[in-house]
């Protein structure tokens, strides 16, 4: 049973950045894709970017395209996101996500970590 872990949430100011980490552990890894989800207060859960494990292609939601990266280290079963320019609107829960062919919600996800950005 594979397990998701994030870290790296926390409270930063309007125009900080942070860099979130997801490990995967407990089974063999081998995703078809990476996501990063995020949910706000009150939000339905938005998909902001993934990346594919085997080729590294990535796709990024027009709301964080140009200021957030998604990134893998397959020997280290992680996957990253740099989050730059970060604003307040950016407040939410963090997931991280996996994809075996099937979608995200039949993958498996992590606990979350929580972005707040202050203005």
């Known amino acids: 049973q594979v397990q998701l872990a994030e870290s790296g949430g926390g409270l930063v100011q309007t125009g900080d950045s942070l860099s979130l980490s997801c490990v995967a552990s407990g089974g063999t890894f081998k995703p078809l894709s990476m996501g990063w989800f995020r949910q706000a207060p009150g939000k339905e859960r938005e998909f902001i970017t993934n990346i594919s494990w085997l080729t590294g292609r990535t796709y990024y939601a027009d709301s964080v395209k140009g200021r957030f990266t998604i990134s893998r280290d397959n020997a280290k079963t992680t996957v990253y996101l740099q989050m730059n320019a970060l604003k307040p609107e950016d407040t939410a829960v963090y997931y991280c996500?996996?994809?075996?062919?099937?979608?995200?919600?039949?993958?498996?996800w992590g606990q979350g970590t929580q972005v707040t950005v202050s203005s």
């Open positions: 996500a996996s994809d075996y062919g099937g979608g995200w919600n039949t993958g498996y």
